[in-house]
C-alpha cells in the first residue's frame, strides 16, 4: 500500500499486472521498492516488472560463486582504462565527487570465488541503445527519467550477467525484466480455493 501511495499511477494500472508482478518478485524472494531489488512501474494501464540492478547484485550472491559485483559511473575528469584480453585489466580512479560532471561510461566487475574478475564496460551510446529497447525508455518515463544513474548502472550489471554464475531464479529474473507479469482471474479463483 505504501509504494501505491508513493506510485499513484500504478493505482489506474490492471490489478492482476500489479499482483503478478508482486508474486514474481516474492517468487525471486526479492523486496519491493527502498532495497532497489525490483520495481512496479505503469506503462499502457499496466504494472511492468522492473529487476533493478541491486536485485541482480542479490540473485548473482546466492549462487555462492561471486563474492562481489560493483557497478560504477566514470565521469568527466577521472583517470579510466582498460583492456579485455588474455590480460584483462580495468583501472578507475575518480577525480573527487561526482558533481555535475558528464558521464563517459559504466562499468560493472565481479569477483568470483574461483579468482576471476569479469568486467563490461559500456559508453553512453550503448546505454542509450538499451534504454530504446526498453517499453519505457522509449517514453522517457518510470527509472529511466527518475533514475537515469540507476539504469545506467543496471545496464552494466545486465551485461555483465553473461559471465556470472546463473541459479535458475537468476535467469528467470533476467528473463521477466521490463515485463508484465500478469495474473488472471481464473489464477486468483485458484488461489483462493486452496485456502
Avoid at 82 to 98: E, I, K, M, N, Q
Avoid at 103 to 111: I, P, R
Avoid at 122 to 133: F, G, H, Q, T
Wanted: proline share 6%.
Amino acid at each position: 500500500m505504501t509504494y501505491l501511495r508513493m506510485n499513484p499511477k500504478l493505482v489506474d494500472c490492471n490489478p492482476y499486472s500489479i499482483v503478478g508482478g508482486l508474486r514474481l518478485g516474492a517468487q525471486l524472494g526479492l523486496s519491493l521498492g527502498p532495497l532497489g531489488h525490483f520495481y512496479l512501474a505503469p506503462h499502457a494501464g499496466e504494472a511492468v516488472f522492473i529487476l533493478g540492478y541491486r536485485g541482480m547484485v542479490e540473485l548473482a550472491y546466492r549462487s555462492g560463486k561471486v563474492r562481489r559485483v560493483s557497478a560504477v559511473v566514470v565521469r568527466d575528469g577521472d583517470t579510466f582504462s582498460f583492456r579485455y584480453g588474455t590480460r584483462a585489466v580495468l583501472d578507475h580512479v575518480p577525480s573527487g565527487p561526482p558533481g555535475e560532471r558528464e558521464w563517459l561510461a559504466v562499468y560493472a566487475v565481479a569477483e568470483l570465488t574461483n579468482g576471476g574478475k569479469p568486467f563490461e564496460v559500456l559508453y553512453p551510446e550503448d546505454v542509450e541503445a538499451r534504454r530504446k529497447r526498453s517499453a519505457l525508455g522509449k517514453k522517457g518515463i518510470g527509472p529511466w527519467a527518475d533514475d537515469t544513474e540507476a539504469m545506467w548502472r543496471k545496464s552494466a550489471v545486465r551485461q555483465l550477467q553473461r559471465w556470472l554464475p546463473q541459479t535458475p531464479e537468476s535467469a528467470h529474473g533476467l528473463a521477466t525484466d521490463e515485463t508484465v507479469a500478469d495474473l488472471s482471474e481464473d489464477d486468483v479463483q485458484e488461489v483462493g480455493e486452496g485456502e
